[in-house]
């Protein structure tokens, strides 16, 4: 007999397989990110549907087989649905999503990645959260996965001739010459970002948070090789909303 678990989870990701199927990317609370089979999703009698949709939160029970698992049940909890009322949340909301898949490993529990990302939701569906806090929520992220940003060679209230970010080592550098990973910052932008990183929260204008965002993406990409969509996406609100 095939092992069940009954693991509380939010889908991260859904894509068709086959005609009726769909393979699902949870992020649970006991197994990590997991990938899953959906069968008969298709049809519109399938009373498992609402499992398969992106930020569905709830119980699911899986059934393990060999390489992934395929869904049993699902208990609905949340869907967050009322973060679409606002464009820049369900952009922030989508690429949190998206940065829970990227920057966690299948069958890898580290700890804490679904509480925080449950906690990001709540803030942007009910607390009226905003930017600041997803970008928190990056950082923190960025952290668990083992690419922590650091203030490196640099202290807040330094002043240097540029403000320059190091995508190799993680944190801002005192110097721009033979880096090739060396990015620059406008003053506004790395004061912000310098402030996260020291555990404070403000508030900034949108052209800094466009330039941190393109700054962390070009690090996720040097880092994993992965690309963050959603957040460009994300930025291009920003840019021109």
Do not use: W
Not at 31 to 60: C, D, H, N
Not at 146 to 168: C, I, N, R, T, W
Request: charged share 25%; glycine share 8%.
């Amino acid at each position: 007999m095939k092992e069940e678990i009954k693991v509380d989870g939010i889908c991260l990701r859904s894509v068709e397989y086959g005609e009726n199927d769909r393979i699902i990317t949870l992020l649970t609370d006991k197994s990590g990110k997991v990938s899953v089979r959906a069968r008969g999703i298709s049809s519109p009698k399938s009373r498992l549907r609402q499992a398969t949709i992106p930020f569905a939160f709830g119980e699911y029970i899986l059934v393990e087989n060999g390489d992934f698992y395929t869904l049993k049940n699902f208990d609905y909890h949340d869907a967050f649905t009322s973060v679409s009322d606002d464009l820049t949340r369900y952009f922030s909301a989508c690429a949190a999503l998206e940065i829970a898949d990227k920057l966690t490993e299948e069958r890898v529990q580290v700890g804490g990645e679904l509480a925080r990302l449950l906690r990001l939701l709540m803030t942007l569906c009910y607390d009226k959260g905003g930017i600041s806090d997803f970008l928190r929520y990056f950082l923190d992220m960025l952290s668990i996965a083992g690419y922590a940003v650091s203030m490196g060679s640099m202290k807040l209230g330094d002043e240097p001739k540029y403000f320059v970010f190091d995508l190799e080592g993680g944190g801002f550098s005192t110097t721009v010459s033979h880096n090739p990973y060396a990015v620059k910052m406008t003053s506004n932008s790395m004061r912000l970002l310098a402030s996260f990183i020291s555990g404070e929260d403000v508030e900034g204008e949108k052209g800094s948070y466009v330039e941190i965002f393109a700054l962390l993406s070009q690090y996720v990409k040097l880092k994993t090789g992965r690309n963050l969509k959603a957040l460009f996406e994300l930025s291009d609100l920003l840019r021109n909303g």
